[in-house]
């Protein structure tokens, strides 16, 4: 095991573990695929040359699927059921919604709760509304992150950070809004 980290064996850094808390704290259940075009879409770009569609997609989410990993390891997630194409679900628990409230700046009361039971059919719903949520955020690349890439990946990049901006941040589409408690 010489060389491996302890603290988080799966190599993660602290800007994916990151970008697993704002997502999952605003949308509450995730696939890494979304929370990948969501937190880092430069990765998209980087890695489209993959000779097969299923190899550019675990290329692109495998730096997520480690935070993941290494955050489960810590207790802020876990793996909920697969959609209908097969993907896993991720979700955060308690303490996850605890760490990720510091990430969205926003009071850990407000958090809501888990989404444990959200992906028990599939979560054809909140897979649904993830992807609004993408179409709406309209992600751009971190033209810098991809300064040694060859010049179709830095081409393609370039139309996407060229294209209409989107609307807000992840924070502003939390999924859960508390309601007061008393009265009707």
Known sequence: MAGKRKTNPAGSTNS?????????????????????????PHLTFRHADKPTLSK????????????????RKHGLSENGSCTETGDSLRNLTLKGLEAASY???RPAGEMGSTARGAGSSGASHPMAVNETVIAML???????????????V???????????????????????????????
């Open 16 to 40: 994916y573990r990151g970008d697993v808390l704002r997502v999952l704290g605003a949308l509450k259940v995730a696939t890494a695929d979304q929370i990948q075009r969501i937190g880092a």
């Open 56 to 71: 550019e997609k675990q290329a692109r989410t495998a730096s997520h699927t480690g935070a993941l990993s290494d955050m």
């Open 103 to 105: 990430e969205l700046r």
């Open 138 to 152: 309209r992600p751009k690349p971190n033209m810098a992150k991809l300064a040694d890439d060859p010049p179709h």
């Open 154 to 184: 830095q081409a393609a990049a370039q139309a996407a950070v060229d294209g209409p901006d989107g609307i807000g941040t992840i924070a502003s589409f939390w999924t859960e809004v508390p309601l007061p408690a008393t009265g009707t």
